[in-house]
């Protein structure tokens, strides 16, 4: 007898029947018996699977941990691979109910075939311990159907505590402002508009960030500054940085405008910023026009004829 029907899966009460005939007359003496309709796949052991290194990383960082595909009894005895089907992996907490621990990971390993790679990426302080998880491996066409129990095998991880990391800090850029002058009215000073570190967005980001502040260390919005004009071009002469102030001192009508200021923030933490947020608006306005004495002598006349 041969199947390779799962479905045929059962025991099978079988009568063979024999049909003698002899000079004495005929009889049909008949025997009952099981037939075991056997599918190993349901009921085999999965082996050991070698994660025993464990993981170690620090709160904010990601570690991994490979190992290689699990082997069943099945595959073992018949010397074929996979002959019970794909496997799957998750990582569980037996301390809440086997649920899949959210920030750990496992996919099969690119380029290495029949290996998989655990990654591990904890992010809340609640996380710091070492960790008694377990890897739940599972047959995938038994798991279900047949209730097949799968395998699980320790895995620590032990997080460690976060340190200050200030490089992935973000910032709002300030808010539009304007700046007014005139020609000639002595000169006027203005600051360099700022992009400041939001810290409870930036928390939210990174637990390395959050133990910078709870640690009284905080992360420092120091920066270098260069400003152009918004389409990149060179300040005009009459407005002068000196990377935390702009003076501007216009001098001549012909700097009447509005020049539209762009500012490239390099900071020591997190990354470069670039806005346009600062106007700054040059006017003149004529006070007085001094009386002129009329002229007494070198005077010229034209005479127009009164019809013109």
């Known amino acids: 007898m041969f199947t390779s029907d799962d479905t045929l899966h059962a025991t099978y009460a079988v009568t063979l029947t024999n049909a003698i005939t002899h000079s004495d007359g005929t009889w049909s003496p008949a025997m009952t018996f099981n037939v075991d309709v056997v599918d190993p796949c349901r009921t085999t052991a999965i082996a050991t699977v070698d994660i025993a290194a464990g993981m170690t990383l620090e709160l904010g960082n990601t570690a991994t941990l490979d190992f290689l595909e699990a082997i069943d009894g099945v595959e073992t005895s018949t010397n074929l691979v996979a002959v019970c089907g794909p496997k799957s992996y998750v990582v569980v907490d037996p301390g809440a109910s086997d649920a899949a621990v959210s920030w750990i ?4 390993k690119v380029g290495s075939a029949g290996t998989y790679t655990i990654t591990a990426s ?8 070492t ?13 279900d159907e047949h209730s097949h129990p799968g395998r699980t095998d320790t895995l620590t991880i032990v997080v460690q505590a976060a340190t200050c990391d ?8 300030p808010a539009a402002s304007a700046h007014a002058g005139a020609v000639s009215d002595g000169g006027t000073t203005v600051a360099i508009p700022i992009a400041i570190i939001n810290q409870s967005d930036s928390e939210a980001l990174n637990p390395k960030i959050r133990w910078c502040y709870s640690s009284a260390a905080n992360c420092a ?3 270098t500054y260069a400003v152009t004009m918004d389409d990149n071009s060179v300040l005009p002469s009459f407005i002068v940085s000196d990377g935390t102030t702009l003076t501007v001192t216009p001098t001549d009508g012909l700097e009447v405008d509005v020049y539209i200021i762009k500012t490239v923030m390099t900071p020591t933490y997190g990354v470069v910023e670039t806005y346009s947020t600062l106007t700054i608006t040059i ?3 004529i006070a007085s026009i001094n009386d002129v004495a009329a002229p007494s002598s070198n005077l ?3 005479l127009y004829d009164s019809t013109h």
């Not at 990971?105 to 099969?108: F, G, K």
């Not at 904890?122 to 311990?129: C, D, G, H, N």
């Open 221 to 223: 919005n120091t920066a």
């Open 122 to 129: 904890p992010i809340l302080e609640s996380f710091v311990a």
């Open 105 to 108: 990971s496992i996919a099969a």
């Open 300 to 302: 010229d006349y034209i």
């Open 131 to 143: 960790q008694s998880y377990n890897l739940y491996t599972t047959l995938d066409n038994y798991d």
């Open 166 to 173: 200030c490089t992935d800090v973000v910032r709002d850029h």
């Open 283 to 285: 006017t003149c306005t």
